[in-house]
């Protein structure tokens, strides 16, 4: 079946130190987003491509990093977590910036920060 | 900055009642979106609505895009437990292409 994958589902980090997560997709979507969601919140995003154009939020910390070396894949990297960073990570896919089919959102990866 | 509101926060519903959930926008949206997240889940993507006025319906949950185009409603009948989770709705304007504003969600308790 076509769908998004994250993994790890639960990433243990000390504090500054640098971790990633990874997302993967097989709906073939040009639209990645990562969406940060701190318990009871809103999700929160983050940044997202568009095929390889890359898009921050502008108040996205430096801190957080993304990467997307192909259609498939697409990575979050924190620089230097701290323990306000700790939360559930989504990953989203959508066909076109029109989203008219809504985003596919992985599982999640939930961060803590020790 | 766009922001989207919902409420309630919270909604306790005994099994079998009706119950409605409301995203107010603070500026004129161009679509809204509307996701289901279970417990320990991810949110699920429910509906679009795109027209002003627009009414959409799957089974018992009804969709309705206002007029102004800045408010929507979900509004389920005859609750069931299986219709547990967080509803959160999501606004799209034509300044913010590509990127969807979530509210904070209505989480829904179903008590049997």
């Known amino acids: 079946d076509a769908m998004v994958i994250q993994n790890p589902r639960y990433q243990v980090t000390q504090f500054g130190k640098p971790v990633t997560l990874s997302c993967s997709q097989t709906l073939n979507h040009n639209v990645m987003y990562w969406y940060q969601q701190k318990s009871s919140q809103a999700p929160k995003l983050l940044f997202h491509y568009y095929d390889k154009d890359f898009n921050n939020e502008a108040d996205t910390p430096d801190n957080f990093q993304s990467r997307r070396p192909n259609t498939s894949f697409c990575f979050l990297d924190i620089r230097s977590p701290g323990l306000g960073d700790a939360a559930m990570y989504l990953c989203?896919?959508?066909?076109?910036?029109?989203?008219?089919?809504?985003?596919?959102f992985g599982s999640g990866t939930r961060l803590t920060v020790v | 900055g766009q922001q989207v509101m919902q409420i309630p926060q919270y909604q306790h519903v005994q099994e079998g009642e009706d119950f409605t959930t409301y995203c107010n926008s603070s500026?004129?949206?161009?679509?809204i979106q509307w996701y289901k997240q279970r417990p320990g889940g991810h949110p699920v993507f429910l509906i679009q609505l795109v027209k002003s006025g627009e009414v959409k319906k799957q089974k018992r949950l009804t969709f309705q895009f206002g007029e102004a185009k800045k408010n929507s409603s979900l509004h389920i009948t005859a609750t069931q437990t299986t219709d547990v989770g967080t509803y959160f709705c999501?606004?799209?304007?034509?300044?913010?292409?590509?990127?969807?504003?979530f509210g904070a969600g209505t989480q829904v308790v179903v008590t049997p």
């Open positions: 500026t004129t949206l161009s679509n």
């Open positions: 999501a606004g799209g304007t034509t300044d913010s292409w590509g990127k969807f504003q």
């Open positions: 989203a896919t959508s066909r076109d910036l029109q989203g008219a089919r809504g985003y596919t």
